[in-house]
């Protein structure tokens, strides 16, 4: 900055970086305000409200200073705190009987036809309010009514160009009950979990439990878990495993808040008798079936899931990029009527099968009359 520009900034005079004055002077008091006639408009900063609020306490002090004298021979007593209880408030009545919004009532009328069209009128309450509620539950039961009539179409337009036959796969789906179960993503590798599924694949809930229950791998702790919520699922979601009473009693304990709506059984309960029947698995073994009711793991299969990759930083400025992967697994659930059902087809095929000869019985074709030599 040249010499000759003052220090101040440029465009502004002079007087506004003049020095304040460091004189202060002391306020009046409450009385020499009252008793001026002219107040100043320099010196006036008296607040109404808080000269009021001070008054107040110091009455309120003076009061207590006067009644505490009398109080020294009393026990003195602890402050009470009142509780407000918010359930006694009373909704006021309204400003009409409702017994006048029913169509046709009369004060006069007698008292058969009030108790009629009382009944009348609960009557269309009820209807009004169970149309309110489906209303309201068709958000969850029928979210896309377009997308449901377009599959009725479908499925009559099929139905009448097969003349009513149904497929095998609709027979199954119509006599058989399965469960699909799908587990959230989890922070391991498909090559951990399919060890595991491997290993509970093609048994029953209960026997894939106990395997789990004892194994040493760690991910069969969260497998475990995900079987309990598939087999609660299939049992009060798909009516599942309802065969042997015992069985779901046992269930029912141990899962008491999933059955809440199973908790009421009687002895009407339909019970499976037992069936004892040795079934052939896909695989040629040999099963002991003894409830077709009992829920077993029909299929396991595990998906993999995103993955990212983190830095580890070593020694020399080497760094090994670390891989993060998520897996989720699934079980579809069935019973053991299925795998009675695929039995008896593997044994009606082999029954079916022609016996095999060295020679068959078949006209010959492809040979000339005489030899080529």
Known sequence: MSARIPSRRLGQSALAFRPRSTH?????????RNASTKPNTETDLSNPLLEKYLQQQEAEQAAAETAQPEQEGKPQKRPTTTLRDGGSYTVPSPLFNPERLIPGYRKDAPPAQKAALKAQAEQRRLAVQKEEEKRLLGVNIDPAPAARRSLERKLVIKGVSKHGRMSKAAKIARTERSSLYKSQFLPTSVKKVTKILRQIQGKTVSEALVQLRFSPKKIARDIYKGLIIAQDEAIAGRGMGLGDKNALKKWIEQRNEVASTLANLDEKTPKTKGVNQVVELKDGKKKLVKDATEIYIDQAW??????????EFRARGRVNMLTH??????????EEKTRMRISDEIKKKRNNRKLWVALPDRPVTAQRQYCLW
């Open 24 to 32: 202060w002077t002391a306020l009046p008091t409450i009385a020499q």
């Open 325 to 334: 992967r998520t897996t989720s697994f699934s079980f579809l659930l069935k």
């Open 302 to 311: 595990c998906g993999r899931g995103e993955s990212w990759k983190t830095p």
